[in-house]
């Protein structure tokens, strides 16, 4: 019985205090958009934080409908040279890794999907969003099979689908990627995901990894607050609404001169959108549609088009903004949601200008008409020209005829106006209605 005793109590110890041991730590980022420049500075600064940190594991949250080619080489370089193993995680339901998506979780040590997400479209395309060439598009998709080749077949995963996703296009959800061994999990969460994968093990580049999926630490990236509004702004339907926002001060500004802040506010939205494009792989000819939609409306002011001019304006805004982006090759897209609000606003805001325009108009020729016979008096005279007070307001005067001649206090009817001109003769005293 001692013996036993004897024995017994240094294991519990040890059991006690192997469940109590320092927990093993696990670094979080999410990658979330349009795949850019700011996405890949993100992975890179959250690589070096879980290696800062000495982390067991980097788990990225990854949801993407595509990007630029070069920020997902980028990424992937990152991945595969990371002294941390990275795992990637499609989720959560809804969510997807499309276009450069999938060399994202092609380069990762160990991938899952949540269900109802998706994965595929790795066709390559031009910076502008436009399919490449027939020639240079053979030689980029050749490249980028190689590459998904090699990197699938480092991972052990199907090589062939790989391939097909940029040959053909080809897509899958969760479970076909899990069935056809695109992807090695299917986790419903992150915590799902790391307790499939804590006690499975996987493949890393020095070999098998384990850890316990108890008392894991986890610590999230991050992002700083340049990288929040960077990657914010390179969204596709904020960079669309701004360059909206954008020319609409611009249009307020050219038509009604003097404003001052709808041209300030214009312009800033303006550098901001373009900045955007730049990044995006954006259409000219969507851009350029939007831009001659607000030609044509300043045009609609200018010249009596009974509205042809408006319906053209909103026409050419509406196809311009479908084809800013073009989801076929992009994954990247502006959707109708967003689209035609857009376009409903800049029309009614429009109608509201030439309502507000033609009522002025209007109002003015009315006062022109009420004004013409009605006397009043001169205050002033100098240079064949002066002021007259009518109704009891100040009008600048000139004679209805050449050389006349008037002296303050004369009475002086309006026989004519131009504008804010009016044209009088003089009257004599009391010969009709003065207007005081």
């Known amino acids: 019985m001692k013996k036993i005793t004897f024995v017994f109590i240094p294991v519990l110890f040890f059991c006690l205090f192997a469940g109590t041991g320092a927990a093993q730590k696990i670094t979080a980022v999410d990658i979330s958009g349009a795949i850019t420049p700011v996405q890949a500075e993100i992975l890179q600064k959250s690589i070096e934080q879980a290696e800062n940190e000495k982390a067991s594991f980097l788990l990225v949250r990854l949801d993407t409908p595509g990007g630029t080619l070069s920020s997902a080489r980028k990424m992937v370089k990152e991945i595969i040279n990371s002294a941390v193993p990275v795992g990637v995680w499609v989720g959560p339901s809804g969510a997807r890794a499309a276009s450069a998506g999938v060399f994202l979780v092609a380069a990762s040590d160990v991938a899952a999907m949540a269900p109802k997400t998706t994965i595929g479209s790795a066709s390559p395309v031009q910076a502008s969003g436009k399919d490449t060439g027939e020639t240079m598009r053979k030689k980029i998709t050749s490249e980028l099979s190689s590459l998904l080749r090699s990197l699938g077949k480092d991972k052990k995963r199907n090589t062939q689908w790989y391939e097909k996703s940029v040959s053909q296009s080809a897509n899958l959800n969760a479970q076909e ?16 995901f790391l307790e499939q994968l804590g006690s499975a093990g996987f493949l890393g580049s020095n070999g098998k990894k384990q850890f316990s999926p108890g008392g894991l630490e986890i610590s999230r990236f991050k992002p700083s607050f340049k990288q929040s509004i960077l990657s914010w702004l390179v969204s596709p339907q904020i960079a669309y609404l701004l360059f909206l926002a954008g020319i609409l001060g611009f249009f307020f500004e050219f038509s009604t001169p003097g404003a001052i802040f709808p041209g300030v506010f214009g312009a800033i939205c303006l550098i901001l959108a373009l900045y955007a494009f730049s990044v995006l792989p954006t259409s000219a000819a969507g851009i350029l549609l939007i831009l001659a939609g607000f030609v044509f409306f300043l045009l609609e002011l200018k010249i009596t088009s009974f509205g042809l001019l408006g319906l053209a304006a909103s026409a050419s805004i509406f196809l311009g ?18 689209i035609i609000p857009a376009v409903l606003t800049i029309v009614i805001f429009f109608l509201a200008i030439v309502y507000l325009v033609g009522k002025t108009q209007i109002s003015g020729w009315k006062q022109e008409k009420q004004i013409i016979g009605m006397t009043g008096r001169i205050i002033n005279w100098e240079n064949d020209q002066g ?9 600048n005067c000139r004679g209805a005829e050449p050389g006349m001649e008037f002296s303050p206090g004369d009475t002086a009817r309006v026989e004519n106006s131009s504008g804010l001109m009016l044209y ?5 005293e ?7």
């Open 387 to 395: 002021k007259i007070k009518l109704r009891g307001e100040i009008w």
């Open 321 to 338: 903004s479908i084809m800013l982006f073009d989801p076929g090759v992009t994954g990247l897209k502006i959707p109708m949601q967003t």
């Open 424 to 428: 009088v003769k003089q009257e004599e």
């Open 430 to 436: 009391h010969s009709g209605p003065e207007q005081k």
């Open 177 to 192: 990627a899990v069935l056809k061994n695109v992807v090695e999990y299917l986790a419903v969460s992150e915590a799902d």
